[in-house]
């Protein structure tokens, strides 16, 4: 009979160690540290120049009271700027400054790094493993997904 207590426990260890790296703050091309949040943000304003706090609530999955917040941080920061909608003087456009955009750029550069190590990896395993480690992911989603 197989002993699981090993794996859980490396598991675990690879969760915690995965949340301690994306919990910390880290300076993008700037002097500014900011937070895998914060990085976020400006990630989806970068993506949607001109965006609104609506629609940014909106594709980040959380409330309008939560993502002026965040803007007032990042503006705070010097990394986003509001400003008038063209369209409406209650709309507020988000862009970002000159240290936003660097973050932005080095924010890509940074998931382009670490990705390309994780995907030379994934590239040379097995289909066999491969696809087995895929159900096995598939399934712990769906055993968080149920606790959530």
């Known amino acids: ?8 426990v490396m598991m675990e260890r690879c969760i915690n160690k995965y949340n301690r790296t994306e919990n910390r703050q880290r300076c993008y091309g700037t002097d500014i540290k900011l937070s895998r949040v914060e990085i976020h943000t400006i990630d989806s304003i970068g993506n949607n120049e001109g965006i609104n706090v609506t629609q940014l609530a909106a594709i980040q999955g959380v409330t309008k009271g ?49 990705e390309e190590k994780l995907f030379l990896l994934l590239k ?8 087995e480690l895929e159900k096995l992911l598939k399934e712990f989603e769906k055993s968080l997904d149920e606790r959530l």
């Not at 197989?2 to 794996?7: A, G, I, K, Q, V």
């Not at 941080?73 to 010097?78: D, R």
């Not at 040379?124 to 696809?131: L, R």
């Open 124 to 131: 040379d395993m097995p289909d066999e493993i491969y696809n």
């Open 1 to 8: 009979m197989r002993d699981y207590s090993e794996l859980t």
């Open 66 to 114: 939560a993502v002026s917040q965040m803007i007032y941080k990042l503006v705070k920061k010097g990394v986003v700027s509001k400003s008038v909608s063209p369209n409406s003087d209650t709309e507020v456009r988000l862009e970002l400054t000159k240290d936003g955009w660097s973050a932005y750029e080095m924010h890509k550069k940074y998931h382009q790094m670490t």
